[in-house]
């Protein structure tokens, strides 16, 4: 179980204040929706151990642990503290806007009690989330703040909130971005971030501008802003702009792997030096892309899986698994063989990383690579001596434009395989690249008829036009 997972909820106000919009803007709560499902995308692509919960506030119904009659009315937990999955992300894209009040303090009280209760008992948290989505517009009752804030210290919550603008402070900085002065700060294309093709006036996925009108605060988003920043202050959370949270989720951001050496004693002739590979590059699918589906009329019904085996012949005749043993087809005969003898005659080597030859970097074609992986090659830490002959074996490969050809073989029960060493030099970094390479069996070449260049092959003018037209179509650098 991982040590260091997050519980985070996910807090969305969608009362009548958050589906305002001027003609041609996104409302806050669309950008919301936007956010919530990039979030969402992100931790799922990342295959990541936290759980989320998400919580509306002014909806319709009053689904939660703390609900009477009274109090902790229209807050209701949609999606209960769980991994990120498909479920959750249809929640977000059914998020609608309400006209029902719902009081903001209220919902944080209610997204604090559900991670208490979820993770009561439970192992591997290091941290607990509120995040907190909202303009600040409906009506709320702060009498209780002091000794809420102290129960969200006590439990180490994080309160961090998320809105179009957070007062004067953002004003200001919009107004500075809007100058286009020499020193105003770039965005990731060289635009000035008041140029009319910066990011953050670009149109969202659905054609709206990403950036709302201005229009003056109302004293209730006045009170009600200075009540979220002394709430996020003391919680030692963080207060981010919807252009804020847009910029910082549009940026890919890789899963985080703990780096695994895998040790090796590599040998050249006589000489042996101990070594250690890492992963450098990997081609790795996220979970979400091996889906099984399968139809099931009511969702919650138990799959049980049931395994049977029978005759190929007339009687079908059921066989239990102890009556099987394996098998060769000679011809038209089956030849039985057990499974000591199968372990007899399987290839054993002992594990090895050694150098069988040397050979032009040139001869290396990229149409041989094989795999899916780069490993980077380093001398193992503690052998001074040795990584000092490594070095100077990364040098001599480096000047002479070589590649070294390795046979390797991870482990006694592990098929060998052959690769190549590239030397890399890169400022105070001395390494090599293994890339495995495929055998002499491995390889397939294939001749094809040349095409007839006649002029009844060759594409007129009008054909040519219509596939530069295609590629300028599919290009979707500033989509």
């Not at 920043?229 to 951001?253: K, M, P, W, Y």
């Not at 979970?287 to 399968?294: N, P, S, T």
């Not at 149409?367 to 990364?394: K, M, N, R």
């Amino acid at each position: 179980m991982a040590q260091n997972k997050e519980a985070l909820a996910l807090v969305v106000d969608i009362g009548t204040g958050m589906s305002e919009a001027a003609p041609g803007y996104d409302s806050p709560l669309q950008i919301a929706s936007d956010i919530l499902q990039m979030i969402v995308q992100r931790k799922m692509f990342q295959e990541s151990k936290d759980e989320l919960a998400l919580i509306l506030y002014g909806a319709d119904e009053s689904n939660n642990d703390l609900a009477d009659e009274d109090n902790y009315r229209n807050i209701n937990v949609v999606f209960p503290l769980s991994p990120a999955n498909w479920h959750l992300f249809e929640e977000i894209q059914k998020i609608k806007p309400s006209n029902n009040p719902a009081d903001l303090v209220d919902a944080i009280v209610v997204a604090a009690d559900h991670l208490r209760r979820e993770t009561e008992g439970k192992h591997g948290f290091a941290a607990k989330r509120v995040m907190l989505f909202s303009n600040a517009a409906t009506t709320f009752n702060d009498h209780s703040l002091k000794t809420i804030l102290d129960s969200l210290r006590r439990q180490d919550i994080i309160v961090d909130a998320i809105g179009p603008t957070w007062g004067q402070q953002d004003e200001e900085e919009d107004d500075n971005e809007e100058n286009n002065h020499p020193g105003a700060p770039m965005d990731m294309n060289g635009h000035a971030n008041g140029d009319e093709n910066s990011d953050a006036n670009r149109p969202t996925t659905n054609g709206h501008q990403q950036r709302t009108p201005k229009k003056p605060l109302t004293h209730q988003q006045q009170t009600g802003i200075r009540v979220i920043g002394e709430i996020v202050n003391t919680t030692d959370g963080t207060l981010f702009t919807f252009r804020e949270a847009l910029t910082i989720l549009s940026v890919h951001q890789a899963k985080l792997v703990k780096p695994t050496a895998t040790k090796y004693i590599m040998q050249l002739a006589d000489l042996k030096l101990h070594i250690c590979t890492y992963i450098q590059v990997k081609d790795n699918k996220p979970a979400i892309f091996r889906l099984k589906k399968v139809y099931a009329r009511d969702p919650t019904t138990e799959i049980k899986v049931d395994r049977g085996r029978y005759t190929k012949d007339e009687q079908d005749q059921e066989i239990e698994k102890e009556e099987l043993t394996d098998g060769f087809r000679y011809g038209t005969t089956f030849v039985p063989i057990n499974k000591e003898t199968l372990d007899e005659m399987k290839y054993q080597s002992e594990k090895c990383f050694a150098i069988i030859a040397f050979s032009d970097a040139n001869m290396m074609r990229r149409s041989l690579y094989l795999g899916d992986t780069v490993y980077e090659v380093i001398s193992e830490p503690g052998f001074e001596e040795e990584a000092q002959a490594f070095a100077g074996l990364v040098q001599a490969m480096y000047e002479t434009n070589t590649v070294a050809i390795v046979r390797k073989c991870f482990s006694e029960r592990s098929a060998p395989e052959i690769g190549f060493l590239r030397p890399h030099i890169a400022h105070d970094h001395i390494c090599m690249y293994y890339i495995k390479l495929p055998f002499a069996e491995d390889l397939r070449e294939f001749e094809f008829d040349n095409l007839n260049i006649t002029k009844r092959n060759q594409p007129n003018e009008e054909q040519l036009k219509c596939i530069d037209n295609l590629i300028t179509t599919m290009d979707l650098t500033h989509a």
